[in-house]
T-cell receptor, first 109, second 115 residues
Framework: QKEVEQNSGPLSVPEGAIASLNCTYS??????FFWYRQYSGKSPELIMF????GDKEDGRFTAQLNKASQYVSLLIRDSQPSDSATYLC?????????FGTGTSLTVIP | GAVVSQHPSWVICKSGTSVKIECRSL??????MFWYRQFPKQSLMLMAT?????????EQGVEKDKFLINHASLTLSTLTVTSAHPEDSSFYIC???????????FGEGSWLTVV
């Protein structure tokens, strides 16, 4: 079983809609959770991180963590074409970082 | 601004030659750095973990004699692709844990083309 799993997509949403990206992890000892965005041909950039159960909002982005279900998600409100990218979920488990394979998101104008 | 800097951004080399890519942590010390390779439209693949002052730890299937990693200081790790071949053409990315090890920062990446 992989440490971190994401649906590879592609996920397509119309401009202005909410994009929902999901990630599950296998180790209950995982402590912190990250979402990165990677544009084609570029390096990943950190969007946000979350440590505690519940929601964390930053602008149009909301990360949601449910440790009981071992599930972390990223919601993007009012999606823009510029949000089209691959979104990587990462998990810190006892100091080791594990990345999902990424979900490709396309926002259709 | 960037907290991890990678150089060069682009490099073209002839088959059989060696290429060095540098990864620097800016304003913080990184005892550990990570090297990834990414082929077009594929996911990140961890190649190795670079450890300051000791040998790198390579992932299964990665040739340590071909991908030489040196982590000579707390702010610099280098990846040397030796005897490069066209199939080594890829996007190489380094990363380092931030202060406290609570997150990972990526370098800008290096595109290698072997002709």
């Amino acid at each position: 079983q992989k440490e971190v799993e994401q649906n590879s997509g592609p996920l397509s949403v119309p401009e202005g809609a909410i994009a929902s990206l999901n990630c599950t992890y296998s180790d209950r000892g995982s402590q912190s959770f990250f979402w990165y965005r990677q544009y084609s041909g570029k390096s990943p950039e950190l969007i946000m991180f979350i440590y505690s159960n519940g929601d964390k909002e930053d602008g149009r982005f909301t990360a949601q963590l449910n440790k009981a279900s071992q599930y972390v998600s990223l919601l993007i409100r009012d999606s823009q074409p510029s949000d089209s990218a691959t979104y990587l979920c990462a998990v810190n488990t006892r100091g080791q970082f594990y990345f999902g394979t990424g979900t490709s998101l396309t926002v259709i104008p | 601004g960037a907290v991890v800097s990678q150089h060069p951004s682009w490099v073209i080399c002839k088959s059989g030659t060696s290429v060095k890519i540098e990864c620097r942590s800016l304003d913080f010390q990184a005892t550990t750095m990570f090297w990834y390779r990414q082929f077009p439209k594929q996911s990140l693949m961890l190649m190795a973990t670079s450890n300051e002052g000791s040998k790198a730890t390579y992932e299964q299937g990665v040739e340590k004699d071909k991908f030489l990693i040196n982590h000579a200081s707390l702010t610099l790790s280098t990846l040397t692709v030796t005897s490069a071949h066209p199939e080594d053409s890829s996007f190489y990315i380094c990363s380092a844990p931030g202060q406290g090890g609570n997150t990972i920062y990526f370098g800008e990446g290096s595109w290698l083309t072997v002709v």
